[in-house]
């Protein structure tokens, strides 16, 4: 359940049945994810781009080198993302027919 800070309760409840889908160019999502680093020990993430550590390939608190999964690739990522849209719009469509769903599109 998703839970979306509002100014009165009631407006909550509404939300509470809903699923939310959010559209994500798969580009966007294959840059994002082959480009992140992760820090081993504590989890922390960094990306290049989008939140650098201060020193490259360097956690910023233990001064550790960060590292990339072994799973963050363009090939497994491929293959997930074709599972996704496989499976997907069924579950979607039973949703939607509901009137349950709730769709953020870019």
């Not at 509002?6 to 160019?25: N, Q």
């Not at 798969?26 to 020990?41: E, F, K, N, Y």
């Not at 072994?70 to 509901?98: C, F, G, S, W």
Request: proline content about 8%; charged content about 25%; some cysteine.
């Amino acid at each position: 359940m998703v839970c979306i800070s509002t100014k009165s309760s009631v407006d909550c409840e509404l939300l509470a049945g809903l699923t939310l889908e959010i559209d994500v160019p798969d580009a966007l999502l294959i840059s994002r994810i082959t480009s992140r680093l992760l820090h081993p020990g504590s989890g922390r993430t960094y990306h290049p781009i989008f939140h650098p550590p201060e020193t490259p390939m360097t956690d910023d608190i233990t001064g550790e080198p960060l590292v990339q999964r072994d799973d963050d690739n363009t090939e497994t990522l491929v293959q997930r993302l074709r599972n996704y849209h496989k499976m997907t719009p069924p579950i979607a469509e039973y949703y939607k027919a509901q009137r349950r769903l709730l769709s953020l599109k870019d």
